[in-house]
């Protein structure tokens, strides 16, 4: 079985990037998500330092969005060099910028996005009517990873209807993932991908532990319960559409 690993802040991780790459040998390469202008660059840095490996991305994330004025400029300038645009999106669990601020942020990389045809890889937290009504009007469905989605059956229907691509993680394997599951039973493997959100929401039986890209696979696993198919289809599936929304690094 091989992997690819959607979503893995490397470059947020205390432990050496080397070890952890080392420790998944089952993963062919992962994505290393920006969240603002530093941790975009030196997601750019690792994807020079590990070529075929490491995938970057730039982005500012909804909890940063009060500082689009000062990071947007820093993010654009990269926009040529990644594979994808985000973390972006919206939260309004935590609500740590202002929504307007939030909005205004998710518009403007879902417009570089467009121009650039460029994945678009985006938050969604409490946020399901607005970022469905963002991606839809803008037509930027066919770019649009949803990443870590925990939306249930309703949502998951509007957004799959709208065209985009699921990435799952922990949550769909949490003993409290029930409604994650149900959403994730009515998308086809052929529009899911998988991930870890390291160092974040590691699946069990590793909880109370730091995230790693080893642990891909145990995503992969909740889902092939959920499925009702093989592990190793679940990783060719998913590692298929990983390589046909983001290329191969």
Request: glycine content about 6%.
């Amino acid at each position: 079985m091989v992997w690819v690993d959607t979503h893995c802040h490397l470059q947020l991780d205390r432990r050496p990037a080397a070890e952890l790459l080392e420790r998944a040998q089952a993963v062919d390469w992962i994505v290393a998500p920006g969240i603002d202008a530093a941790s975009s660059a030196a997601s750019v840095a690792l994807a020079a330092e590990y070529p075929g490996r490491v995938a970057a991305t730039a982005g500012l994330h909804p909890h940063d969005a009060e500082h689009f004025e000062s990071q947007w400029e820093a993010i654009a300038a990269l926009a040529p060099m990644v594979a994808a645009l985000g973390e972006t999106g919206l939260d309004y669990y935590r609500d740590l910028s202002p929504r307007d601020a939030q909005r205004r942020s998710f518009q403007a990389h879902i417009e570089l996005a467009l121009d650039m045809n460029k994945p678009l890889i985006v938050h969604c937290r409490d946020a399901f009517a607005d970022v469905f009504e963002m991606v839809e009007r803008s037509g930027a469905a066919p770019l649009t990873v949803l990443h870590c989605w925990t939306g249930g059956p309703r949502w998951t229907r509007r957004f799959l209807d709208l065209g985009v691509t699921f990435s799952f993680a922990g949550p769909v394997a949490f003993e409290t993932g029930d409604t994650v599951r149900l959403g994730a039973a009515l998308v086809p493997p052929e529009r899911a991908m998988v991930e870890t959100d390291t160092p974040y929401l590691s699946p069990p039986p590793h909880r109370s532990e730091p995230n790693e890209p080893a642990w891909v696979a145990l995503v992969g696993q909740a889902l092939a319960k959920v499925w009702g198919m093989g592990v190793d289809a679940v990783a060719g599936a998913t590692s298929e559409r990983a390589r046909t929304v983001f290329g191969r690094p």
